[in-house]
C-alpha cells in the first residue's frame, strides 16, 4: 500500500503565503511524479502543479508566477508555496503521485492520492 499525508492548509487572508507538504510512504520503489490539484466548491478538480523526479515542473495557467512546486526525491515529499493567495484560490487541495510500488512481491504502478487539505483565502 502507498498513503499520501497531506499538511500546511489553513486560513489565510488574500495576499498572504501558505506552504503544503505531502509525503508518500509505502512500498514505494519510485517515485517519478508528484504534484497538486484542488477543487473548488462547486468547480471541476484543476491541476495546480507537478514535479517529476528529474525536477521538471509544470503548472497551472491560473497559479503561475505565484505558487512553487519543489521536491524532495529522498523523501518521496513534495511541497507547495503559495504566494500572493488570492479569495479564488480557495479550494481542498488534494496531493497526488505516481510511483512504481512493490505489491505481493511486483512491481506496480500506481496514481494515489491524498485525502486532501482545506486552503482558505478570506479577509
Request: charged fraction near 15%.
Amino acid at each position: 500500500q502507498v498513503q499520501l499525508v497531506e499538511s500546511g492548509g489553513g486560513l489565510v487572508q488574500p495576499g498572504g503565503s501558505l506552504r503544503l507538504s505531502c509525503a508518500a510512504s509505502g512500498s514505494i520503489f519510485s517515485t517519478y511524479l508528484m504534484g497538486w490539484h484542488r477543487q473548488a466548491p462547486g468547480k471541476q478538480r484543476e491541476l495546480v502543479a507537478t514535479i517529476t523526479s528529474g525536477g521538471n515542473t509544470n503548472y497551472g495557467d491560473s497559479v503561475k508566477g505565484r505558487f512553487t512546486i519543489s521536491g524532495d526525491n529522498a523523501n518521496n515529499t513534495v511541497f507547495l508555496q503559495m504566494n500572493s493567495l488570492k479569495l479564488e484560490d480557495t479550494a481542498v487541495y488534494y496531493c497526488n503521485a505516481a510511483v512504481v510500488a512493490v505489491l505481493e512481491g511486483r512491481h506496480r504502478s500506481l496514481e494515489v492520492w491524498g485525502q486532501g487539505t482545506l486552503v482558505t483565502v478570506s479577509s
